[in-house]
């Protein structure tokens, strides 16, 4: 093959994968036992169709966002609504109305930031205002996409209810299974010390939200000591705005254990903050079974820094390649 037509097929190749979609898909999973109300707020950007919806179990909902949309998804429990939108839920409330417009009470979060930076999106879950359901992020994986790294880098699971939680041992590749769209020979990192007992009572007294009386919908919803109490060294406000001065409280000691890839406190984002190229979708999965993710801890044992790869080198390397094959 000639050199030029060589050196064409691969600028062709390059532009291909560093061209970015303006859109990405977002799907919302349900596979707890129950139904939930999914809630999504944007807070910059170009958000979804919906902001909030009924979902039975086993049932995915799927929604496109903008690469410039900057929100959050959360799981409401226990709702009932009329056929103006107008109700409530136990869980994860936002003011009363289906279609929700602002942030909504403690929950655990899907927080979403898909225009990060050099080319990445950066996503996380957060249990900073508190806890009402299990939650998993999976990177919607492009086959036409080299640069994109591996599933068991980027999917991170939260387990701190005993809704779906897995005793050990713990293997969920067995007989040839996949997990989060991980496998047994790109197998995800697992905490493996916590009890059933452990998952159940990790919320301090004093921060627990009362369930409903139904077993099914016991969700073991826990609020984080700011949202209740609202002093300045929970919320690392006021006094308390830097990392230097607010420390991980006794509600976020323990979210961290049962929940090791997930956000604690405001100044967490060294070990619980993920990344992935700019372009890639995502699927909040809730009550994704098994047992908490240890990503961050795996990969970087000194929890310095988090997980973020190099892709502005690999973008870089790209651009001076396309300049040298034009030149």
């Known amino acids: 093959m000639p050199v030029n037509m060589a050196s064409r097929i691969l600028l062709t190749t390059i532009i291909a994968c560093t061209v970015q979609a303006t859109t990405v898909e977002l799907m919302v999973t349900n596979r707890c036992t129950d139904n939930?109300?999914?809630?999504?707020?944007?807070?910059?950007?170009?958000?979804?169709?919906?902001?909030?919806?009924?979902?039975?179990?086993?049932?995915?909902?799927?929604?496109?966002?903008?690469?410039?949309?900057?929100?959050r998804v959360w799981g409401r429990t226990n709702c009932t609504f009329d056929d103006k939108g107008s109700g409530g839920c136990l869980t994860g409330d936002c003011g009363g109305i289906l279609n929700?417009?602002?942030?909504?009470?403690?929950?655990?979060?899907?927080?979403?930031?898909?225009?990060?930076?050099?080319?990445?999106?950066?996503?996380?879950?957060?249990?900073?205002?508190?806890?009402?359901?299990?939650?998993?992020?999976e990177v919607i994986l492009d086959g036409n996409n080299p640069f994109q790294?591996?599933?068991?880098?980027?999917?991170?699971?939260?387990?701190?209810?005993?809704?779906?939680?897995?005793?050990?041992?713990?293997?969920?590749?067995?007989?040839?299974?996949?997990?989060?769209?991980?496998?047994?020979?790109?197998?995800?990192?697992?905490?493996?010390?916590?009890?059933?007992?452990?998952?159940s009572k990790w919320c301090p007294s004093d921060l627990k939200l009362k369930a409903a009386e139904s077993g099914s919908s016991a969700f073991n919803p826990c609020v984080s000591p700011c949202e209740r109490y609202k002093v300045s060294i929970y919320c690392c406000t006021d006094n308390y705005d830097s990392a230097k001065k607010c420390h991980p409280n006794y509600y976020a000691i323990q979210a961290k254990k049962v929940c090791p890839d997930a956000y604690s406190y405001a100044f967490d984002d060294a070990s619980s903050t993920f990344t992935a190229p700019l372009g890639t979708g995502f699927e909040v999965i809730f009550c994704p079974g098994g047992r908490s993710t240890t990503i961050q801890k795996t990969l970087n044992p000194s929890a310095g820094t988090s997980i973020v790869p190099n892709l502005a080198a690999v973008f870089t390397a790209s651009s001076i390649l396309v300049l040298a094959l034009l030149g």
Do not use: H
């Open 149 to 199: 790294p591996l599933p068991n880098t980027t999917n991170p699971s939260c387990i701190g209810g005993v809704q779906g939680f897995a005793s050990m041992p713990y293997d969920p590749y067995a007989n040839g299974q996949e997990f989060l769209n991980t496998s047994s020979r790109t197998p995800l990192p697992f905490e493996s010390k916590l009890t059933t007992n452990d998952v």
């Open 100 to 137: 929700c417009t602002g942030n909504g009470e403690a929950s655990t979060l899907a927080e979403f930031n898909l225009p990060g930076g050099l080319n990445q999106s950066y996503y996380d879950i957060s249990l900073v205002d508190g806890y009402n359901l299990p939650l998993a992020i």
């Open 36 to 71: 939930i109300w999914p809630a999504i707020v944007t807070q910059e950007g170009t958000g979804p169709s919906e902001s909030g919806f009924q979902l039975a179990p086993g049932i995915s909902r799927n929604l496109t966002v903008g690469t410039d949309w900057n929100g």
